[in-house]
């Protein structure tokens, strides 16, 4: 008999912020304000960088796809954190927990690689003004977005 460990691991419990019953409805408005706060400032700046044809530069390109992959960042964590709060539930199957981490890390890898990305615009529109638009055509932007969302997922599937 082969001697090893055996144990299955199919749920992890959450610890929470307070344990309080009666904080429970502070943290958890406390919680969705900043969230619904997080969603609808995004959204409004994407719908102002889409709308306004003098915003259709690299810069608000880049801002606009910053505002999205936070949007998507915090809708990773932020809803289940909500749930468990209301439903007083402490537990996340192992399944959630890993899907909820692939998640999380693409996008948080994903808004690191686009600030990258906008220190290179930044960057180009210093050193290179002149030459400004022919560098940082529609093509090479939309070419860095999808390179660093390749990066992202490649580096979550680690």
Known sequence: M???????ISEFVLLGLSEEPQLQP???????????????GNLLLIVAVSSD?????????????LSS???????????K???NIQTQSK??????????MYFFIIFADWDDFLLMVMAYDC????????????????RLCGLLVLVSWIISVLNSLL
């Open 26 to 40: 502070l943290i958890f408005g406390l919680f969705l304000s900043m969230y619904l706060i997080t969603v609808f």
């Open 123 to 138: 960057f180009v529109a210093i050193c290179h003004p002149l030459r400004y638009t022919v560098i940082m055509n529609p």
């Open 69 to 79: 992959v936070d949007i998507c960042f915090t809708s990773t964590t932020i809803p």
């Open 2 to 8: 082969e001697l090893g460990n055996d144990t299955q």
């Open 53 to 65: 044809s003098h915003l259709h530069t690299p810069m608000y390109f880049f801002l606009a796809n």
């Open 81 to 83: 954190m909500l749930w």
């Open 91 to 100: 537990v996340i199957s192992y399944e959630g927990c890993i899907m909820q």
